[in-house]
T-cell receptor, first 114, second 111 residues
């Protein structure tokens, strides 16, 4: 039982390059999330998927796209990376989408855009 | 606008003492409030959830209070140990039912 896994762990991109961050969970959770975490700031929600086949924008969606490929997998794509997207990205999952449900986080992807 | 504020200063305490962290919020009416622990280079890990109709919740050496009138939650670590050193995040249910996170308070416990 691996929980939430993310790949890659580290990535360096040049401005304008694209990449996809992968996330998978093996807990049969309905809801999945992508957050970014910057120094001195809380986790900020980028996109959210309440269930397979649905996605919604979070607080900071600009410059990102997501795909809920199936119940297990939720990917985040940067189409044209910018230095402002340098951050640590966390994927999380929960049984449901309300504040009643605890979230399980992956180990994070450390992305640097030069 | 909605805001979550945690202790802005890091907390340094002696082993065995109680650490008290605050989480204040404005323009939220959360039914639930959660606390997470985050170690350097790792993802957050869930610790406790408290509901709006619960005044206090305990788990081993951890205690959380939730005062919806003051719009505040307090997180206590009693009999602290060096292994408790970490950043602690509060998270509460936003108006759209998703979680919003505070920036966290870093706790260092000295042996």
């Amino acid at each position: 039982n691996a929980g939430v896994t993310q790949t890659p762990k580290f990535q360096v991109l040049k401005t304008g390059q694209s990449m996809t961050l992968q996330c998978a969970q093996d807990m049969n959770h309905n809801s999945m999330y992508w957050y970014r975490q910057d120094p001195g700031m809380g986790l900020r929600l980028i996109y959210y998927s309440a269930s397979e086949g649905t996605t919604d924008k979070g607080e900071v969606p600009n410059g990102y796209n997501v795909s809920r490929l199936n119940k297990r997998e939720f990917s985040l794509r940067l189409e044209s990376a910018a230095p402002s997207q340098t951050s640590v990205y966390f994927c999380a999952s929960s049984a449901g989408g309300q504040g009643l449900y605890e979230q399980y986080f992956g180990p994070g992807t450390r992305l640097t855009v030069t | 606008s909605q805001k979550i504020e945690q202790n802005s200063e890091a907390l340094n305490i002696q082993e065995g003492k109680t650490a008290t962290l605050t989480c204040n919020y404005t323009n939220y009416s959360p039914a639930y409030l959660q606390w997470y622990r985050q170690d350097p280079g790792r993802g957050p890990v869930f610790l406790l959830l408290i509901r709006e109709n619960e005044k206090e919740k305990r788990k081993e050496r951890l205690k959380v209070t939730f005062d919806t009138t003051l719009k505040q939650s307090l997180f206590h670590i009693t009999a602290s140990q060096p292994a408790d050193s970490a950043t602690y995040l509060c998270a509460l249910e936003a108006n759209d039912y998703k979680l919003s996170f505070g920036a966290g308070t870093t706790v260092t416990v000295r042996a």
